[in-house]
């Protein structure tokens, strides 16, 4: 393919609103332009690697033995009110009423549209393990799209769902996916980490996530110095730094030396910091409690203290029944957070957010700042399980200006819940060795999940089985974003000069530069050109009438991996020659021009095998 | 790949809403379900013959040098409002604001993204042409979506766009789609019927439809029983059964020797039917004159009679001034009917309609029934060309009872304007050879047309011409539905038992039928499968525990172009043969074992390179 034939409006200038280096060279090296905020056309160029990944990620689901279908992008609002989520969902789905007033979303992921097509297909136990995938556009109106393809609105996504009798064969699936997407990232030359759910101590996973580094991640990860742990803060663990109790009569028989608790004056003192100060101590020793509100709040609250007259209510026809708001007390070690993730994990909460004042003062009796786990009975507490291990702690008195000493776990107090809530930080130690963690950004390219009965359940899907009884599949989840994919290729391999794409994405294998296209050279360049395309190599001709230098830079920015240069100089040497050099290196070399397709169809094959295998 | 690891899931039953012979075959065959009215799925089956026409046609624009780029399938609907087809595309355009309030447009074509890209990156002629095209999803809100996916809401097209600096480029790169449309089709199996907007005595054409025949097509095709003229009943023109004067003054003159024009009384007869039946002639003798009411005229009505009060207003900013209502009479030979699509076409009006009753006698002082062109001066007379050649006419008199005798077009009124405005209909004759013109039911797979100016004016696009002027070029469009061209392939590959494919769509080449999956059937099965694959042949292997007839049905039914069965009896011959069958015949053969790899691979192959040569 020539330069002049193609469409390639490389820029010198950076986009004002380019902030990461995916997004300025995919617009310098003219592989894309923005439609609007978050919208995007890829040009030819662009195109050509978007289909390398989708090809890779494509001929991996086909390997597991996963079916490709398409759907449409536009999907019945019906079925999403069937899983509940038309109402859940929130601003992101795009919803749209058409000209006869029907429902209709444009598909931000098709969980609702695979449950729904099996449904109706799905009569034995013969017919599954199913797994079912597309490659098809989404859509999520983000508010804020940015970093280019990194976070649009309407992106691709390889989704894939898949429907089993029972757990083990779900397992087999899930470990099936997991492998494809360590080929998949492996063949788009990129290192991610994956990242479990509840990995290490825990044993078995629920879900795994596979992270790139990105200053602008949208995750934090925790990573530990020791071992291959990896673990997104929102759910990452660690090994507690105190000794839990092994009963609660154990924490009370610790708790029979300490002084007995004892309410004390703490006059205008509010903050952990500012108790810390007045009592010398240090926050280690405090009991923090923060109320929390939570909404659609599925766990059963039956036992709970003060809850006894909320009650269940169904947000929508077929989803499960939720208090629609309950309030919380959350006590944690004062050095520490809570981490809200876990804790609506734990509650199966749609949200929590802190309660706002008025809430706190009616539930605690007393101003913000002295609300403690002693004496509270108007709401549930929930204890991170830090608290277990302190039985001489200090905490709020549900009155002003007054604080309790000599606190003890199980004592003085006793939590309607224990649970790990807390966030999990930078020199926190490793769950599984004990290593010291540290932190990294990350985006997510990609999350394989159990999704368990879910969707089967709300969407009323059954089989019937050996003994012709009717049962309920079980479900996985399974997706890989295309544009983020490409665009964090480019992030792990560039240089200041452009991309350094990895053969298997390149929109080209090879770039020819003559010097002049015409002459001698013309004839070699289009003779390399042809040689090349015969051995199955995809050659870009920069037959455009430019200074060399420019061709050079631009050869660079569009970082195909190997550039050969075509010069009267060197076709005239006694051997005639032309110039090889490979993307990433500095070095170029003379190569016979007789011999040069060969050869560098050699290294070309020999590299796509590499990454291929 | 075997059946049972794939997702097939063939019906017996018929759809209740399938009244064409696809819409039933892709829903039995397994290929096809559907999500919601005109939203369907693509299944494992469906989408690899779906990918084959895809690839088809991507091959084709590729080897054209049209460059594949993929702009978003939701777009701005700021751009719809530049070109000015926010207003006047009426409510097939899915229309959708999101969170923000922002306007976006669910794209049913892509005139306006293509062009807004092309704007941004368009500076030098060095530039054009430049042709470009996606293969995408679109939308369309069709209030009757019917016919399986022959008019779905959602579905996938081709579209090319193309941008020049003058018409002989333009000119050069529709004859190249015209050229890779045939191909396309061919290779895909279809017979299509080209129609040309005005084909033969016309000259040249700016607008090519390929059609093919179909019960419940959309289109009125005319086609000669002689020649190869086709043409769309909304533009076909036809050989005039008349002499048409040189000039009003030739009219004239030849109307010196009929009577003056008179006025006769013709009580409480209103129709052309009554007319003949009351004067004891023939509707060929009169002069029939409708009135019509046209909104969004562009066509300048400065000198037209009755318009001097109408204005000229730009219904969205950008998009060309027009007349937002006018009024016409149109007169046509009595025993004719009026082309409304012709006639829209003549006025550039955006609809044309017959006026109301109130609006007839508003014009004509009489009512309906009454009206003729002599001495209508309120409104402007467009004359059919049929009405320049009768100088004996009878036609309404613009008074109640009474109609004119001996009229004469140049002697006693003269047409605003006189132009084709007829519908042709099976009978009349071939404007090309005079043959006799037969009509035929059409369903349009692809269009191509020059739009000229129409976008790139009035979105403002530009470049620099060789001397540094700035130009607007023009542009061309290209369109095929992906969907359609599938279904039509079976509308015209079919038999009772199902689907008859041609190889090049065929979703596998061969199908293997052991009688019983089992023993040395298995191994000899297995064997042929890998042997075929080695070779490149797809293959679905029936693994099934099913009897033997349920099998051959489901292959039937797939329409799998070659069918071998494996079975203990042909096995144990002295020669151990398998029997091979191609699906459009009805009888099999032996073919040695040893020998059916290969042979089979060489019918595939041979059969591949006629279709697609």
Same mark, same amino acid.
């Not at 659609?296 to 003060?306: H, I, Q, R």
């Not at 403690?372 to 302190?390: F, K, Q, R």
């Not at 792990?492 to 530069?513: K, N």
């Not at 090349?532 to 991996?561: Q, S, Y």
């Given at each position: 393919?020539?330069?002049?034939?193609?469409?390639?409006?490389?820029?010198?200038?950076?986009?004002?609103?380019?902030?990461?280096?995916?997004?300025?060279?995919?617009?310098?090296?003219?592989?894309?332009?923005?439609?609007?905020?978050?919208?995007f056309?890829?040009?030819?160029?662009? @195109?050509?690697?978007?289909?390398?990944?989708?090809?890779?990620?494509?001929?991996?689901?086909?390997?597991?033995?996963?079916?490709?279908?398409?759907?449409?992008?536009?999907?019945?609002?019906?079925?999403?009110?069937?899983?509940?989520?038309?109402?859940?969902?929130? *601003?992101?789905?795009?919803?749209?009423?058409?000209?006869?007033?029907?429902?209709?979303?444009?598909?931000?992921?098709?969980?609702?549209?695979?449950?729904?097509?099996?449904?109706?297909?799905?009569?034995?136990?013969?017919?599954?393990?199913?797994?079912?995938?597309?490659?098809?556009t989404k859509y999520r109106?983000?508010?804020?799209?940015?970093?280019?393809v990194?976070r649009g609105r309407e992106f691709v996504m390889?989704?894939?769902?898949?429907?089993?009798?029972?757990?083990?064969?779900?397992?087999?699936?899930?470990?099936?996916?997991?492998?494809?997407?360590?080929?998949?990232?492996?063949?788009?030359?990129?290192?991610?980490?994956?990242?479990?759910?509840?990995?290490?101590?825990?044993?078995?996973?629920?879900?795994?996530?596979?992270?790139?580094?990105?200053?602008?991640?949208?995750?934090?990860?925790?990573?530990?110095?020791?071992?291959? &742990?990896?673990?997104?803060?929102?759910?990452?663990?660690?090994?507690?730094?105190?000794?839990?109790?092994?009963?609660?009569?154990?924490?009370?028989?610790?708790?029979?030396?300490?002084?007995?608790?004892?309410?004390?004056?703490?006059?205008?003192?509010?903050?952990?910091?500012?108790?810390?100060?007045?009592?010398?101590?240090?926050?280690?020793?405090?009991?923090?409690?923060?109320?929390?509100?939570?909404?659609?709040?599925?766990?059963?609250?039956?036992?709970?203290?003060?809850?006894?007259?909320?009650?269940?209510?169904?947000?929508?026809?077929?989803?499960?029944?939720?208090?629609?708001?309950?309030?919380?007390?959350?006590?944690?070690?004062?050095?520490?957070?809570?981490?809200?993730?876990?804790?609506? +994990?734990?509650?199966?909460?749609?949200?929590?957010?802190?309660?706002?004042?008025?809430?706190?003062?009616?539930?605690?009796? +007393?101003?913000?700042?002295?609300?403690?786990?002693?004496?509270?009975?108007?709401?549930?507490?929930?204890?991170?399980?830090?608290?277990?291990?302190?039985?001489?702690?200090?905490?709020?008195?549900?009155?002003?200006?007054?604080? &309790?000493?000599?606190?003890?776990?199980?004592?003085?107090?006793?939590?309607?819940?224990?649970?790990?809530?807390?966030?999990?930080?930078?020199?926190?130690?490793?769950?599984?060795?004990?290593?010291?963690? &540290?932190?990294?950004?990350?985006?997510?390219?990609?999350?394989?999940?159990?999704?368990?009965?879910?969707?089967?359940?709300?969407?009323?899907?059954? &089989?019937?089985?050996?003994?012709?009884?009717?049962?309920?599949?079980?479900?996985?989840?399974?997706?890989?974003g295309l544009d983020r994919?490409?665009?964090?290729?480019?992030?792990?391999?560039?240089?200041?000069?452009?991309?350094?794409?990895?053969?298997?994405?390149?929109?080209?294998?090879?770039?020819?530069?003559?010097?002049?296209?015409?002459? +001698?050279?013309?004839?070699?360049?289009?003779?390399?050109?042809?040689?090349?395309?015969?051995?199955?190599?995809?050659?870009?001709?920069?037959?455009?009438?430019?200074?060399?230098?420019?061709?050079?830079?631009?050869?660079?920015? @569009?970082?195909?991996?190997?550039?050969?240069?075509?010069?009267?100089?060197?076709?005239?040497?006694?051997?005639?020659?032309?110039?090889?050099?490979?993307?990433? *290196?500095? *070095?170029?070399?003379?190569?016979?021009?007789?011999?040069?397709?060969?050869?560098?169809?050699?290294?070309?094959?020999?590299?796509?095998?590499?990454?291929?295998?």
């Amino acid at each position: 393919m020539k330069v002049s034939a193609n469409f390639i409006p490389t820029l010198r200038e950076v986009p004002a609103d380019a902030v990461i280096v995916s997004h300025r060279l995919m617009f310098r090296a003219g592989m894309l332009r923005k439609l609007a905020n978050g919208l995007f056309a890829y040009l030819p160029l662009g @195109l050509r690697s978007f289909r390398k990944v989708e090809n890779i990620i494509r001929e991996e689901m086909d390997a597991i033995g996963s079916l490709e279908i398409k759907p449409t992008v536009v999907v019945p609002g019906e079925i999403w009110k069937e899983s509940g989520r038309w109402e859940t969902m929130g *601003e992101g789905l795009l919803r749209v009423k058409n000209r006869l007033g029907a429902d209709f979303v444009v598909s931000p992921t098709a969980e609702e549209a695979f449950t729904s097509l099996v449904r109706d297909e799905l009569s034995s136990y013969r017919q599954l393990p199913l797994s079912l995938y597309q490659i098809n556009t989404k859509y999520r109106d983000e508010i804020r799209p940015r970093y280019g393809v990194m976070r649009g609105r309407e992106f691709v996504m390889k989704d894939a769902y898949s429907f089993h009798t029972d757990d083990e064969s779900l397992d087999e699936t899930y470990r099936k996916m997991g492998s494809a997407y360590r080929r998949i990232f492996k063949r788009c030359g990129l290192t991610v980490i994956p990242v479990k759910a509840d990995s290490g101590a825990m044993g078995g996973s629920g879900s795994e996530e596979f992270m790139v580094e990105s200053e602008v991640g949208d995750n934090t990860l925790l990573l530990c110095k020791a071992c291959d &742990y990896a673990a997104n803060v929102e759910k990452a663990g660690c090994k507690p730094d105190y000794t839990v109790p092994a009963s609660i009569e154990e924490a009370k028989a610790a708790a029979t030396s300490v002084p007995a608790i004892e309410k004390i004056d703490t006059p205008h003192v509010k903050t952990i910091e500012e108790l810390c100060g007045f009592l010398k101590t240090d926050a280690k020793k405090f009991i923090k409690t923060l109320i929390y509100k939570a909404v659609n709040v599925e766990l059963d609250l039956n036992t709970a203290p003060g809850c006894s007259k909320l009650e269940r209510k169904s947000p929508s026809p077929g989803a499960p029944a939720v208090y629609p708001a309950a309030f919380f007390a959350v006590a944690i070690r004062g050095d520490l957070d809570v981490n809200e993730v876990k804790l609506a +994990a734990l509650l199966k909460a749609g949200e929590v957010t802190l309660a706002a004042d008025t809430d706190v003062e009616r539930f605690t009796g +007393a101003p913000v700042g002295f609300a403690g786990p002693v004496g509270l009975n108007s709401i549930p507490v929930i204890a991170d399980e830090t608290i277990t291990a302190l039985n001489d702690a200090v905490t709020g008195a549900l009155e002003k200006d007054k604080h &309790y000493q000599h606190a003890a776990y199980g004592r003085d107090f006793t939590p309607w819940l224990t649970a790990d809530v807390r966030i999990v930080k930078a020199g926190d130690r490793c769950s599984v060795c004990g290593g010291e963690l &540290y932190e990294k950004k990350g985006n997510e390219l990609g999350h394989i999940f159990k999704l368990g009965y879910k969707y089967t359940k709300s969407m009323n899907v059954s &089989y019937l089985d050996e003994d012709g009884k009717s049962r309920t599949p079980t479900m996985g989840c399974y997706g890989i974003g295309l544009d983020r994919t490409l665009a964090s290729v480019i992030e792990e391999h560039h240089d200041d000069a452009g991309i350094i794409w990895p053969l298997t994405i390149a929109p080209y294998h090879v770039i020819i530069v003559p010097i002049k296209y015409e002459g +001698a050279v013309k004839t070699a360049a289009d003779d390399l050109a042809a040689a090349l395309e015969r051995f199955g190599v995809e050659v870009l001709l920069d037959d455009r009438n430019e200074r060399p230098g420019v061709k050079f830079n631009d050869a660079d920015l @569009l970082g195909i991996p190997y550039r050969v240069v075509v010069g009267d100089k060197n076709l005239s040497l006694p051997q005639p020659s032309v110039e090889v050099k490979w993307r990433s *290196e500095k *070095e170029n070399r003379l190569v016979d021009v007789s011999k040069a397709a060969e050869e560098l169809a050699g290294l070309v094959c020999a590299e796509l095998e590499k990454l291929n295998s």
